[in-house]
């Protein structure tokens, strides 16, 4: 059934970019779910575990109120006045431009990023259709843009890359080229292991000199799940182009937005940005770089 579905919309390609689109689209929403639920849950797990650790110390210390969330349940609701969002609100994109951007119920102003997240997704996601087509590598690189569109948001509001996304996809990028998807497997297992290693070894030097960190434990993970996609040999271009869009937006802020120097500036996003460029335009990139210097 899976065959026949994908030689069906290899056949008629803009029936596959259009059914992309509008899975999207609905991908897009449920991310959004992800970006503001996920955080809160790690929180919570941290704050119990660390009350069971804590027993003795913390006994005299009344708990705060726990509330049990999944991304799934309670259902969703206006943060302002709680009023449950119905199905036909939450239609991605078409109810927010429905409801003018505010709440049914007590009209408050629904932030303008749900359907920028939505549209979003459903752009990169079309982009990598038009791309590779109906396919097998379509399918993956979409399960890996739509983590990395997760991993952007979720570092850019708490500093934080949750093993949650970032372990699963980097197992699955080994796993995907043990057959050499996309790199040879051997390429794959350097990728991961430089990847890891090159940003662990620049953390604990900048620590040394400085006495300061400079980046999180996320970056190393997130720099290794490239790697086990994209291969080592790309890894430089990758590190080069996060860099230089990083230095690029942190002097923006610090000059346009009196963002402080010494404030952390999250490298994740910047990381996942130009890895997603890497992978599907990376040896076009490093072969007119080679042409340049030759």
């Known amino acids: 059934m899976f065959e026949q579905t994908i030689v069906l919309f290899q056949q008629y390609p803009t029936a596959f970019n259009i059914f992309v689109v509008i899975f999207s689209l609905i991908i897009g929403s449920f991310l959004n779910v992800v970006v503001y639920r996920l955080p809160k849950i790690m929180h919570n797990g941290w704050y119990i575990e660390c009350r069971e650790f804590l027993a003795d110390e913390v006994s005299n210390v009344p708990a705060k109120k726990v509330d049990h969330l999944t991304l799934s349940k309670p259902d969703s609701t206006c943060p302002k006045c709680g009023h449950k969002i119905r199905f036909y609100e939450n239609i991605p994109v078409i109810s927010w431009l429905f409801l003018q951007g505010k709440c049914s119920q007590c009209r408050n102003s629904i932030s303008l990023r749900y359907p920028l997240v939505e549209t979003v997704t459903a752009l990169l996601s079309l982009v990598i259709a038009i791309k590779f087509g109906a396919s097998i590598e379509a399918l993956l690189l979409l399960l890996l843009t739509w983590g990395l569109i997760c991993l952007t948001l979720i570092d850019f509001d708490h500093m934080l890359l949750p093993d949650q996304i970032v372990m699963p996809l980097l197992w699955l990028g080994l796993l995907v080229n043990i057959n050499g998807t996309f790199v ?37 993970k997130l720099f290794a799940l490239f790697g086990a996609w994209i291969g080592w040999q790309l890894l430089p271009i990758l590190i080069l182009m996060a860099s230089v869009v990083g230095a690029v ?12 120097r010494e404030q952390a500036i999250p490298f994740g996003p910047y990381l996942a940005i130009a890895g997603w460029v890497t992978l599907l335009w990376g040896k076009g990139i490093w072969s007119w770089y080679l042409l340049q210097i030759s």
Do not use: C
Not at 185 to 201: H, P
């Open 249 to 260: 937006i942190g002097i923006s802020l610090m000059l346009f937005k009196n963002h402080q």
């Open 184 to 220: 040879p497997l051997n390429e794959a297992i350097m990728g991961a292991v430089i990847g890891y290693m090159s940003l662990f070894s620049v953390f604990w030097l900048f620590k040394l000199l400085t006495g300061k960190e400079g980046m999180g434990h996320g970056d190393f």
